[in-house]
């Protein structure tokens, strides 16, 4: 009876340490890709940005929804002179001053040939938004990096930094000019996969003092439907952290980020596969900071433009990113 005991505590424990929470509610517009999500301070509506329709804008008055579709953010395009300027990718969304700043990517798939938009709104309302184009990160064929999924984070010391990069030579960091507008200086190498096929993209760093956790997104993003990867090569979120906004991020076991760390996040569990494509911010009407990302629903299906929007609450207790 004893052993019995022992062996059912065993099972408990290895199936809590690795279970992941369910995404939080979502209703109507939750088809989404590479999401951005964040609050107005002027009336509290939650706005979502994600990748498609240039850059599509969905608004609720609750994280969980419904959500609505309200258009796109530059119904124009982007001026930037590259393919790709009227499919714009994996947007992020930060407030500065009085102004909201949207980036963007401007790519095609599996070019370096990509840059990095910016666009500023007082807002967020479709109609709104004032493109400057180029932020000064750019990427060509032999580049060390590929200019996509930009990032911008304020540091503790006031200063702002983009973190960006995908695949090639992974995740990049680079200083920022205030307001975050271009790009102020060289960029530094912070993740970085020497195995496989690099799969490491959608950075995103979140300050919470006094470390700066950088979450990626690791493995095969897309194309589900037609050609699975091998289990455990879908995407996943992982972590690193480090008290220095743009070196020495390390993982849960002390590896650093640019040796092939990343303490994994949330994983495919149950219903819920390849999740990626994530941001963190703070909502503190639903209870404090938030991970959101897409992810497929296999109840649903596998194709890309079926990807739904998650979201949970972190458990920060550990010192360490818990959903």
Known sequence: MMLLKLILLLVAFVSTAISYGNPGACSNACNVHDPAVIRRDSDGTYFRFSTGNKIQIATSSSLSGPWTIKGSALSMGSKINLAGNQDLWAPDVTKVGDNYYLYYSV??????????????????????????GRTGVVSHAGSAYN????????????????????????????????PPLTASGSSTRIAYNSTGSHAIEGSFIWYRSPYYYLFFSAGTCCGYDSNRPAPGMEYRINVCRSTSVNREYVDKNGVSCTAKGGSTVLASHDNVYGPGGQGVFLDNVSGGEVLYYHYVDTTIGYGDGQKRFGWNLINWSTGWPVV
């Open 107 to 132: 790519s095609t798939f599996g070019s370096q040939e990509s840059a990095i938009g910016v666009a500023t709104s007082k807002t967020m309302d479709p109609g709104t938004w004032t493109d400057y």
């Open 147 to 178: 200019a996509i999924d930009g990032n911008v984070v304020l540091a503790g010391d006031g200063s702002y930094y983009m973190s960006f990069g995908s695949f090639w030579g992974d995740i990049y960091n680079v200083p920022m000019n205030n």
